[in-house]
């Protein structure tokens, strides 16, 4: 027999996924799908099975020394209405699922599934975010990037759950996200663009580009943007086919149900070299 | 005009709202049995074996149904009047599986879980055969999918199992192949279309029971009861006067709930155990075990003169019907039969083709019923033709389509499945639709396209469509009126109500005729015991065909009230005056309500019944234009619908609000079609897009504006004027958007859907090909 556990708190989840293996449902938007059978009959767990959506001790967010600190069972829709979320935050879930679901689905859902796909990915990784995981005896805080390995693929041990997201408000001067999906609710991302920059008296200070469902995790590279970080933004774009050729091989797409490679990489580009244009 | 050409509400819409037990889930027994379906891991195969001692071992199940249990009566699903166009070819339950999600058998048992334990418990051993997955491989393949003796045609409509192919038809009015040779400008070019799936919301449902008089009685989602009646008796061999078939409320059909799906099944489980039992198809089986749009190939040939007269043309289809052939020719031929007659200036045109067998999903019934293939195709080639010709795609179709008046030679050739009916357009504004249309969209503005930014382009596209209304002697209807006491009305009609409003708009037209108010018409719809005889709700029928009864009945009714009150006053019929509510002759005066008292209580006693049936002597056609506007991302290839125009020619509206949210319905469905809904099978022959995340129908967010009009148009012989709109408005999206899309890059696409993939593909071939 699989067992399933509704916590009171905190502590009594971390209790229970200290003895045994357990599969966490925050919303349940990724695992009721995974595991539905027939319609009308209740999806088939076949492993033990915690709820966290309804533990009040995460469900909060809150804005603190210039960063915003989401529970991990705090729903997206809510995530979207607070005024200091990021604004491309904001963006990528208003386009998220649709309404009904955007009122379950939780950032700590999106991390956990660790699809290419999660459109709130990008933006974590945008803005450099950290997550902080939390066991029975331990905690610790992870960049968003380490958090996740590979498709389906994440660094959280059995007993751990991810207790927070933190995210650092950062000054931008012009942002982007723009996701490519079959049609405008309750589609996937055939691929997505995540752009920001903060350009001051001409000079690029800083610039960000992340692009999601075109390789394992989300791209995201460091060594690229800091090679055009204090140029103008005039240079910027006079070097446009060299950062395109910089980016490109590691925009690896597949081909799928959704989509093909070929549609996938071109449009990634054409976002990117759209971004950059438009600076 | 009183209660015709006014909105009023449906008269079920409140009472729906608030979730009062209508439809046929809501009535089943609380106590039926469930049943299920196994179904077929494989595109093609034949069932050596099936081992179901351990699953009716499971506590809880009743019965397990193999097609060892039925006799080999061959029969089709289609749910057609008989005899049938299509080819009897299915069973029951069959030996052999033809496409995945095919039954191979069925569970009865107490509870749901029950069922399912049991449906992993049956061990089925099968013999893998060489399926066809590609339909135009299917013809004189190795692999026949209907080898068995039983299959067969009720009248010649082209099948040849042997060669896999269900139906084929040809004709041709002049010779086409030498006015091609002859014309100034020709294009040739083939074009696709997808297995697009009805998404109705409310998936196919059926209950059944024995009732105190030992008869079998069906609660069925259906848009044929009288048909699914019949189809049951002679497959089941149950005699027909034990069964009754009555449709409740339905949540949506588009086509799709024409044919039987559940129903076979579930009469036998419950003749078997003489228990209630009931079936509610899961959403994989509505994708993967109902009916889908037949996919189709058209290779056109149009010829045109130098100064833009369209000459000839010429049309080969080739239509995929999947494992079963339900539909097989008719859809195809209306893909010709109402399409070509918009070109009626032509001299010479001619349309043939194969319907062939694949171990798909099987294809069916599907609003446009074959127009909106054909439409895409000739549309599309119109608009290429054009192009060539270098003229306006307007003044194009204004100087060749049909107009007022008019005739087509196509119209007494081709009708469903037989010889078609001769008629003269007495109503059609496609040339006034045609112009409000350009008005409407803004036209002069923004043809071909204009940069609205860097990457955006606003386009617009355009194309015409008709329909037809019923099928000329062929389909019926009947009405019956009862007059209660106290003066109101039971409207008792066959006529199949699936959430298209047919109850409203028949009770107008009794209301409009009787002089009442619609209040006082009580309709019951679709009952094989209790109303009288109607086909059901497809081919555009309902509002022409049933309507005319309706009016015819309900004219009688009135006449018949004339006559007792005139016999009530004494005086000659000739003088008495009736407005509907107040009966008038000379200084006497009495109430309908007094009337009907007098007639049931006191004096006269009499029951007034009147009862009328109507069966069409021509399928006048209902026109549009569609116009769309478009921005078109260069950068991702996403084309957003900006703006649909629909100018209506349905004659009178009986109720606009309702006539509109059929166009508007229709145009988002035909909208889906055109750019978002792809059918995706795997190599295998597993159906990928099987689920509303998969399958995209556009949702809310995809439509901005819808702008419909409807045009000033009375149809002689319809009911106050009036000629169908259910199927019009799915015609025209999928060219009008591929015309757009032209318009605004130059890239022709040519098969459905029109994904961003293949818009992007395209124009990047072109930009290498001008380099
Ligand atoms: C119709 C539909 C449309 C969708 N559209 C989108 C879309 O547009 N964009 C998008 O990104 N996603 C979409 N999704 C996917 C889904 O809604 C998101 O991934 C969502 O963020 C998941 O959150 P959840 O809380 O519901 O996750 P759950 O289903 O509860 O969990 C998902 C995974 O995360 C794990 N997990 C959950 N909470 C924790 C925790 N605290 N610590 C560790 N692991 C945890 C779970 O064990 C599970 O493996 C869609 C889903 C559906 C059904």
Same mark, same amino acid.
């Given at each position: 027999m699989v067992k399933h556990i509704i916590p009171n708190s905190l502590s009594e989840a971390l209790d229970y996924m200290s003895k045994d293996e357990y599969k966490i449902v925050s919303g349940g938007t990724d695992l009721m799908v995974q595991k539905?059978?027939?319609?009308?009959t209740p999806p088939k767990f076949d492993q033990n099975t915690i709820y966290i959506f309804n533990l009040m001790d995460l469900k909060y967010i809150k804005k603190e020394n210039n960063k915003i600190i989401i529970g991990a069972n705090y729903p997206v829709e809510k995530i979207k209405d607070?005024?200091?979320?990021?604004i491309l935050l904001k963006k990528a879930i208003e386009i998220m699922a649709s309404p009904a679901l955007r009122n379950l689905a939780t950032i700590a859902g999106n991390i956990g599934n660790a699809?290419?796909?999660?459109?709130t990915l990008p933006i974590l990784y945008v803005h450099d975010a950290l997550v902080k995981i939390v066991s029975k005896n331990n905690s610790r805080i992870v960049p968003i990037n380490e958090v996740i390995l590979s498709v389906r693929k994440t660094?959280?041990?059995?007993d751990e759950m991810i207790k927070e997201i933190i995210i650092p408000i950062l000054e931008f001067t012009k942002t982007s996200f723009v996701k490519v999906g079959g049609?405008?609710?309750?589609a996937i991302s055939k691929t997505s663009f995540t752009g920001a920059v903060n350009v001051k008296d001409g000079i690029v200070k800083d610039i960000r580009i992340a692009f999601g469902a075109v390789n394992v995790t989300v791209v995201r590279k460091k060594e690229i943007e800091n090679k055009y970080k204090g140029l103008s933004v005039l240079e910027l774009q006079s070097r446009i086919n060299e950062i395109l050729n910089d980016y490109e091989p590691f925009i690896k797409p597949i081909t799928d149900q959704r989509s093909n490679k070929d549609y996938r990489k071109q449009v990634s580009l054409n976002l990117l070299k759209e971004f950059i244009n438009n600076l | 005009m009183k209660s015709v050409n006014k909105t009023i509400p449906s008269i079920d819409g409140k009472g729906l709202m608030m979730g009062r037990p209508a439809f046929t889930d809501d009535l089943a027994e609380k106590n039926s049995l469930i049943v299920k379906v196994l179904r077929s891991p494989h595109p093609f195969a034949k069932i050596?074996?099936?081992?179901k001692s351990k699953a009716l071992e499971l506590?809880?199940?009743e019965l397990i149904l193999t097609h060892?249990?039925?006799?080999r009566n061959s029969y089709t699903r289609a749910g057609q009047g008989y005899p049938e166009p299509s080819p009897h070819d299915k069973f029951v339950l069959d030996e052999y599986v033809r496409h995945i999600g095919d039954e191979v058998c069925c569970v009865a048992a107490v509870t749901k879980e029950i069922c399912e334990e049991a449906l992993e418990l049956i061990k089925v051993e099968y013999e893998v055969l060489n399926p066809i997955l590609n339909f135009e491989d299917?013809? =004189?393949?190795?692999?026949?999918?209907? =080898?068995?003796?039983?299959a067969h045609e009720?009248?010649?409509?082209?099948?040849e199992p042997k060669r896999n192919i269900a139906a084929s038809y040809k004709m041709e009015v002049g010779n086409t192949e030498e006015d091609v040779k002859k014309s100034d400008v020709v294009i040739k070019q083939s074009f696709y279309t997808q297995a697009q799936a009805?998404?109705?919301?409310?998936?196919?449902t059926v209950n059944a029971r024995i009732d105190y008089l030992n008869r079998l009685v069906l609660y069925s989602a259906t848009q044929t009861p009288i048909h699914v009646r019949r189809i049951l008796s002679q497959t089941l061999?149950?005699?027909?006067?034990r069964i009754r078939v009555i449709k409740p409320r339905?949540?949506?059909?588009?086509?799709?709930?024409q044919a039987l799906h559940g129903e076979m099944l579930v009469s036998a489980v419950t003749l078997r155990t003489g228990k209630p039992s009931k079936m509610v198809f899961t959403r994989k089986e509505v994708f993967e075990s109902s009916y889908s749009r037949h996919p189709m190939r058209f290779d056109i040939t149009l010829g045109a003169s130098k =100064?833009?007269?369209?000459?000839t043309i010429d049309c080969y289809v080739l239509s995929d019907t999947g494992a079963y052939g339900e539909h097989a020719l008719t859809v195809f031929m209306v893909a010709g039969s109402k399409v070509?007659?918009?070109?009626?200036?032509?001299k010479s045109v001619r349309f043939h083709g194969h319907v062939a067998y694949t171990n798909h999903t099987p294809a069916g019934a599907f609003r446009g019923y074959g127009a909106i293939q054909g439409n895409f195709a000739l549309e599309s080639a119109i608009d290429m033709l054009v192009d060539k010709l270098g003229m306006d795609p307007i003044e194009f179709r204004d100087k060749n389509m049909i107009k007022q008046g008019e005739t087509s030679p196509i119209f007494a050739i081709m009708g469903e499945g037989t010889e078609g009916t001769a008629m003269n357009m007495?109503?059609?504004?496609l040339e006034f639709c045609l112009n409000r249309g350009y008005e409407l969209i803004n036209w002069k503005n923004t043809y071909p396209y204009i940069?609205?930014?860097?990457?955006i382009r606003r386009s617009v596209g355009m194309a015409i469509a008709m329909q037809g209304s019923g099928i000329p002697y062929i389909d019926m209807g009947s009405a019956t009126i009862k007059l209660n006491d106290d003066g109101f009305y039971n409207l008792m009609v066959g006529?199949?109500?699936?959430?298209?409003?047919s109850d409203t708009i028949l009770a107008q037209i009794a209301a409009e005729t009787l002089g009442c108010?619609?209040?006082q018409i009580i309709v019951y719809s679709s009952d094989s015991d209790l109303t009288p005889f109607d086909t059901g709700a497809?081919?555009?029928?309902?509002?022409?065909i049933s309507g005319n009864a309706v009016y015819k009945a309900a004219l009688k009714m009135r006449q018949m009230i004339v006559r007792e009150a005139a016999l009530a006053f004494k005086v =000659?019929?000739?003088?008495i005056e009736y407005d509907g509510t107040t009966i008038k002759a000379d200084d006497k005066e009495m109430t309908i309500n007094e009337l009907s008292n007098r007639l049931y209580y006191?004096?006269?006693?009499k029951q007034l019944t009147s009862t009328e049936s109507y069966v069409g002597t021509k399928s006048p056609p209902p026109f549009m234009a569609g116009y769309v506007m478009i921005d078109l991302?260069?950068?991702?290839g996403e084309v957003k619908i900006v703006d649909y125009v629909s100018v209506v020619?349905?004659?009178?509206?009986?109720n606009p609000s309702l006539a509109k949210g059929q166009v508007e319905g229709g145009i988002v469905q035909g909208i889906g079609m055109a750019i978002y809904e792809e059918v995706l099978y795997n190599s295998?022959?597993?159906?990928?897009?099987?689920n509303l995340l998969n399958y995209k129908i556009p949702t809310r967010?995809?439509?901005n504006k819808l702008t419909t009009e409807f045009a000033k148009s009375y149809e002689d012989?319809?009911?106050?004027?009036a000629k169908s709109v259910?199927?019009?408005?799915?015609?025209t999206p999928p060219a009008a958007i591929a015309n757009a899309i032209y318009n605004a890059v130059g890239v022709r696409i040519t098969?459905?859907?029109?994904?961003p993939e293949k818009i992007l593909l395209e124009m990047k071939k072109r930009e290498g090909e001008k380099r």
């Open positions: 539905r059978a027939w319609a009308e607070f005024k200091s979320t990021p699809s290419p796909a999660g459109d660094c959280i041990n059995k049609r405008k609710a309750d | 050596l074996n099936i081992d506590e809880g199940v060892e249990d039925f006799k299917a013809i =004189d393949n190795k692999s026949i999918i209907h =080898d068995e003796p039983e009720m009248f010649p409509i082209g099948f009805h998404v109705m919301m409310e998936p196919h061999e149950f005699p027909l006067s339905v949540g949506g059909g588009f086509g799709g709930k =100064d833009g007269m369209l000459e070509l007659p918009l070109y009626n200036k032509v007495e109503s059609c504004e940069q609205v930014s860097k990457n006529a199949t109500d699936i959430g298209q409003g108010d619609t209040s497809y081919a555009s029928s309902t509002t022409y =000659d019929e000739s003088i006191n004096e006269d006693q991302d260069t950068e991702t020619d349905c004659g009178t509206t009986i295998s022959g597993k159906l990928v897009t099987n967010k995809e439509i012989s319809g009911p106050y004027g259910g199927e019009i408005g799915i015609d098969s459905l859907p029109i994904t």
